[in-house]
């Protein structure tokens, strides 16, 4: 599988809420997380992202992207996507009661690969814009 292919695929399993199961396929193991986020702040794997994004999908089951860009870097082995979060916290298990109010959230996937499968992976997200959005802080 190309990188492209490899990345768009990968991308699509992790924000249909697949988790860390049909993620894997695509990264190394222990293919490594970063995030400037406090709520992500203890996440540092791509296996515990892809399971954090599965959960997400409890307090806000509508929850959905539409992505806005896909680039390919071969010579810098990185594919950056951009995207828009969208959704309504109508379920519970969100750090409050359903709220009822809905989040359109820009954010940027940038992953890094070796070979053919992503060693890594940086999201950049204004989590606090998120969180004011769906009554959360």
Known sequence: MRM????????????????WAACAPFCHDGARFHCQADALADVTTLAAYADWMKGLLTPIPDGRYDLTAFAVDTGRRTVVATAVFRGTQTGLGGPAAPTGKTVASDYAYV????????AGMTKIWNYGHALRQLGWA
């Open 4 to 19: 492209e292919e490899t990345a768009r695929t990968f991308f699509e399993a992790c924000e249909t809420g697949g988790g």
């Open 111 to 118: 992953m890094v690969f070796d070979g053919d499968r992503i």
